[in-house]
């Protein structure tokens, strides 16, 4: 797998990656410098992406190609919204109001995402393979400075994949595997990186706002 195009991307948006883990908004809240509201206000914005990245994957579901990467226990948003209700209560839904980075990466999401399989996958590994790496070191910190165990971090488990290491390997593999067009790969990485940058400037927007 070293050289394979799992390889070749993940080296290839390794800068921007790091730069988005980290944003002071990030750094901030991990640290414990921020209130729950703003952890609130984080997970508000990721469902609005989260979703439309979801709605996206109900687009490719039955693609012979494409349709392998969309994994029903990967989908985040039926988490993220427990735990924005556990978070704000029933009114939840009235804090789902996106800031302007957040517009921007929807409108690119939903402009590329439904029609473009390269497009499709290079923000599903963004959002999902991140999620997995990052996900049970946020949880922890997220416990050990807000006292949030499963409540308010349901969004980190992904208990219907079995133990992370080996499905990120199985993901990898299968971006190796995937018979890519001529271009695609080339096109996957640019997204990708656009994807991460696209991230970080929700931290941005998030950080100007709560820190």
């Not at 984080?42 to 349709?67: I, K, N, Y």
């Not at 299968?174 to 940058?197: K, Q, S, V």
Request: aromatic residues 10%; proline residues 5%.
């Amino acid at each position: 797998m070293g050289g394979g195009f799992a390889a070749r991307l993940r080296a290839a948006t390794r800068d921007a990656h790091e730069r988005a883990e980290r944003s002071p908004f990030v750094e901030a809240l991990l640290g414990g410098d921020l209130g729950r509201e703003a952890y609130a206000a984080l997970l508000a914005q990721s469902h609005l992406f989260h979703s439309a990245l979801e709605e996206a994957g109900e687009v490719w579901r039955g693609d012979p190609v494409v349709g392998r990467f969309v994994l029903d226990p990967l989908r985040r948003s039926p988490a993220l919204e427990a735990d924005l209700a556990w978070l704000l209560g029933p009114g939840w839904r009235g804090h789902l109001r996106p800031l302007d980075a957040t517009s921007s990466y929807v409108e690119r999401l939903r402009a590329v995402c439904p029609t473009d399989r390269a497009a499709f996958v290079a923000h599903h590994y963004t959002r999902y393979l991140g999620d997995l790496f990052g996900g049970q070191i946020i949880r922890h910190r997220l416990r050990d400075t807000y006292g949030l165990e499963v409540d308010g971090v349901r969004h980190c488990l992904f208990d219907g994949i079995g133990k992370p290491k080996p499905f990120r390997d199985r993901y990898r593999a299968l971006l190796d595997e995937t018979p890519w067009r001529p271009g695609e790969r080339d096109a996957l990485i640019a997204e990708a990186d656009l994807a991460f940058r696209l991230n970080r400037a929700v931290f941005d927007d998030l950080a100007a706002v709560h820190c």
